[in-house]
């Protein structure tokens, strides 16, 4: 890919500017989940709007839904023959508590030993600036061969509620033959990887109800139920000490990994686990290794428990509620409407007369896989290749990305995943960083594929 | 006892100045577990070191101990060959959240229908200014005709952490005949009752660490253990869906009901106790009626539990770490000690290789029980039937009143419970109150119970 040279070059040269575009954006509170950061969600939608505008796109624009606007722009001018890449990503950020385990504040960016830590580097205003370079270099050398149309949400975090929405009714407007999207990661600064499949997720909170109100544990102790129990007993029944998730049928629709599939995924060991996590112990179902059971197995995890006193001390109390989150990553062919289903099932069986409870679905999102001899993983692997020096591995995400599944059911567009986080990035965690020279690799990566990629 | 008439009289002409006093003491929110009330504890200990100086009482001091002074004071004019009574109290309230669920400010005295509403109001300020009037009432007329010490602590609500300790190095001070406990109540405002049985506690807090931050659920699901679920699963292990402890030997000390036991408790509905707690339906183990088992049977009661994210909405959080509080309800011949024992050895077992984990013992109390045939509680009977115009009840309490069994075992001092709360006074939940015409009634008593009383 000779004629990348120039455009790698400008951004090199402009490493300066990444960092300081990064900060900036960093610098922005857009915490999606939380009410009072509503200003904050404008202000980051705001500032990739004017990004855009400075590189030229037309019909920027903050397009509303229920709860955070999409940012939309296109650059069309590669002309109708050149291909139109739909670059997906959001602009929103996870809450940052517990606060006191960050060693700077989450939203003052700080440099420290090649990472810049905050809310949101790697996951993933990082990535969109990457993005954002790679456009600005070939503009400013060799020329940008490829069209271009954004849309960045700013309600990845809570679970993208609007966007199935915002798709099904923009459909023309979205069209492309590929989507762009930088929510991901390689595994290793010296390993570059492909991620070739997705886990999806279904996120539930339940509510129990017990008493009228909290009552003395003296006086009604043995009286009435007890609702931080009962969650317990429901919790614990839906998985066991052995990791072996117990709602019926939760396993039926999963497809076992071929022997091919665990050839293809990446050889990491127990003790680089550990050190990743930060474990004392691993944990999992028996049968399979720790990177089949963070790649592609379905998991059951609660995220949040809440009921009675949690105060310092003591306070006799026999708490009225009890709350929890919980949540399940999904693998093919499990869907969140049957898992629900069997959720629906369990908790109908098992939640005593005594409590009345409800039960609110948060988000869900089905798994999805991608075509690893496709035209767009192919150039995607030789333009890490030349950036790394080393050929990409194909990888499976644990994690979540909703919108690949509704791309590809509703507009018939694949994906490509293309971003640079690292799997020790801390993302929904205290001191969340992105390493910055994988970031500047990134944008090198990114100016190849775009030099390179043809329908 | 006629020669109670004038000072029942008096009792009933100072009403307005018993409920006056009384808002006045329930304005100060001396919260004893939230060290940012430090300066209400201490004004309540004042308010009450005040009051005694009036009533003649000498060697007032506000007595320091680790966390909150008792308030100590002594009235010996009755003579030396006169009864000398030891009135325990205590002068700190429970917390007021889930605030919210309050009618009205929990610290502006609110009365509606004859009834008292403030934090305290019930648990004990009330049973406080109820003795206070009773001897005052005494002394302004015939005359009060046995002494008395004060031992009023501030530190009942967080468990007593500092009486013990005090009692020991006082035992000389407050060496007495008989001590007057008015934490306590009646059954019904017409059912005068004598508490003769409290159940004993041990409460207990668990902290589980898992991982060293909270880890996103996709990157690190299925990879290590969720604090969280195991403190879900160590708590359901406690205690099955039929209300049956599992704890190892938890049962083996308990003293079965005898019939004379069951017969002596009072006869209470299901419907009563169902509208007295406010729940859909009620629950415990078999074999034992919904009384029984409030009043003579151990309990296992989570009172708080919190872990991971529970904000509004929902974020993909696998959590650091989880915490629990979680008492038992003691009766004879159970002991905390054994107890605790049995707590280790199971979570011992059960705590998986996962997890690091500390428990915190916060308080320890052992079950006591008072002889019927005393002249204290003969006495007290008759104080009652005078008064109400029926025989009072002999009850067993649910609740617990640790320093019963202190003063037994230290002092050699017998204990009478004479307090006049309701059961559905709302002690430690929201809407505490105090039925004004009960307490009322109970000055009354309390002046015929000092008129009669002789060793």
Same mark, same amino acid.
């Given at each position: 890919?000779?004629?990348?040279?120039?455009?790698?070059?400008?951004?090199?040269?402009?490493?300066?500017?990444?960092?300081?575009?990064l900060?900036? #954006?960093?610098?922005?509170?857009?915490?999606?989940?939380?009410?009072?950061?509503?200003?904050?969600?404008?202000?980051?939608?705001? %500032?990739?709007?004017?990004?855009?505008?400075?590189?030229? &796109?037309?019909?920027?624009?903050?397009?509303?839904?229920?709860?955070?606007?999409?940012?939309? !722009?296109?650059?069309?001018?590669? !002309?109708?023959?050149?291909?139109?890449?739909?670059?997906?990503?959001?602009?929103?950020?996870?809450?940052?508590?517990?606060?006191?385990?960050?060693?700077?504040?989450? &939203?003052?960016?700080?440099?420290?030993?090649?990472?810049?830590?905050?809310?949101?580097a790697s996951?993933m205003k990082g990535q969109l600036i990457a993005?954002?370079?790679?456009?600005?270099?070939?503009?400013?050398?060799?020329?940008?061969?490829?069209?271009?149309?954004?849309?960045?949400?700013?309600?990845?975090?809570?679970?993208?509620?609007?966007?199935?929405?915002?798709?099904?009714?923009?459909?023309?407007?979205?069209?492309?033959? #590929?989507?762009?999207?930088?929510?991901?990661?390689?595994?290793?600064?010296?390993?570059?990887?492909?991620?070739?499949?997705? =886990?999806?997720?279904?996120? &539930?909170?339940?509510?129990?109800?017990?008493? +009228?109100?909290?009552?003395?544990?003296?006086?009604?102790?043995?009286?009435?139920?007890? $609702?931080?129990?009962?969650?317990? +007993?429901?919790?614990?029944?839906?998985?066991?000490?052995?990791?072996?998730?117990?709602?019926?049928?939760?396993?039926?629709?999963?497809?076992?990994?071929?022997?091919?599939? =665990?050839?293809?995924?990446?050889?990491?060991?127990?003790? %680089?686990?550990?050190?990743?996590?930060?474990?004392?112990?691993?944990?999992?179902?028996?049968?399979?290794?720790?990177?089949?059971?963070?790649?592609?197995?379905?998991?059951?995890?609660?995220? !949040?428990?809440?009921?009675? &006193?949690?105060?310092?001390?003591?306070?006799?109390?026999?708490?009225?509620?009890?709350?929890?989150?919980?949540?399940?990553?999904?693998?093919?062919?499990?869907?969140?409407?049957?898992?629900?289903?069997?959720?629906?099932?369990?908790?109908?069986?098992?939640?005593?007369?005594?409590?009345? %409870?409800?039960?609110?679905?948060?988000?869900?999102?089905?798994?999805?896989?991608?075509?690893?001899?496709?035209?767009?993983?192919?150039?995607?692997?030789?333009?890490?290749?030349?950036? %790394?020096?080393? $050929?990409?591995?194909?990888?499976?995400?644990?994690?979540?990305?909703?919108?690949?599944?509704?791309?590809?059911?509703?507009?018939?567009?694949?994906?490509?995943?293309?971003?640079f !986080?690292?799997?020790?990035?801390?993302?929904?965690?205290?001191?969340?960083?992105q390493?910055?020279?994988?970031l500047?690799?990134?944008?090198?990566?990114?100016?190849?594929?775009?030099?390179?990629?043809?329908?």
């Amino acid at each position: 890919m000779p004629e990348s040279t120039a455009a790698i070059e400008y951004a090199q040269d402009h490493q300066a500017e990444i960092l300081a575009d990064l900060k900036d #954006l960093l610098s922005i509170p857009s915490i999606s989940t939380l009410p009072e950061h509503k200003e904050d969600i404008t202000r980051a939608a705001e %500032w990739i709007a004017d990004k855009m505008r400075r590189l030229g &796109f037309k019909n920027v624009a903050l397009m509303p839904t229920a709860r955070h606007p999409v940012v939309y !722009g296109e650059w069309l001018q590669a !002309g109708p023959d050149a291909p139109t890449l739909l670059l997906y990503g959001h602009y929103d950020v996870q809450p940052v508590d517990p606060l006191d385990e960050w060693d700077s504040d989450p &939203f003052k960016p700080e440099l420290r030993e090649g990472n810049l830590f905050a809310r949101g580097a790697s996951d993933m205003k990082g990535q969109l600036i990457a993005h954002l370079k790679a456009i600005e270099a070939l503009q400013q050398t060799s020329g940008l061969k490829v069209n271009f149309k954004f849309m960045i949400e700013g309600e990845e975090e809570i679970g993208s509620p609007s966007l199935e929405g915002f798709i099904q009714a923009n459909k023309e407007l979205l069209q492309a033959d #590929l989507c762009l999207n930088s929510d991901s990661g390689i595994l290793a600064e010296d390993q570059p990887a492909i991620t070739v499949g997705l =886990r999806g997720l279904t996120y &539930f909170e339940l509510r129990l109800h017990g008493q +009228r109100t909290d009552l003395h544990s003296g006086t009604f102790g043995g009286v009435v139920d007890n $609702p931080a129990l009962v969650m317990a +007993r429901l919790l614990a029944g839906m998985k066991d000490e052995h990791g072996h998730i117990l709602l019926p049928g939760f396993y039926d629709d999963v497809r076992e990994l071929t022997p091919h599939d =665990r050839k293809m995924l990446p050889d990491l060991s127990d003790e %680089w686990w550990k050190e990743k996590a930060g474990a004392k112990a691993l944990f999992g179902e028996a049968g399979y290794s720790t990177t089949e059971r963070a790649r592609s197995r379905p998991t059951f995890d609660v995220n !949040g428990i809440l009921s009675g &006193f949690t105060g310092e001390g003591s306070k006799t109390v026999l708490p009225a509620r009890a709350m929890a989150k919980f949540s399940m990553r999904l693998v093919p062919d499990q869907t969140p409407a049957n898992i629900k289903q069997s959720l629906l099932k369990y908790l109908e069986q098992h939640i005593p007369e005594t409590m009345t %409870w409800e039960l609110l679905e948060h988000s869900h999102a089905n798994p999805a896989m991608i075509d690893t001899s496709s035209t767009a993983v192919q150039t995607a692997a030789r333009a890490f290749e030349e950036t %790394w020096g080393k $050929p990409a591995i194909y990888d499976r995400l644990g994690g979540t990305v909703p919108v690949v599944d509704m791309l590809q059911h509703v507009l018939d567009v694949d994906t490509l995943m293309l971003g640079f !986080g690292l799997p020790d990035d801390n993302i929904h965690g205290p001191n969340e960083k992105q390493h910055m020279a994988t970031l500047y690799r990134g944008v090198e990566t990114v100016i190849r594929f775009l030099n390179e990629y043809r329908i």
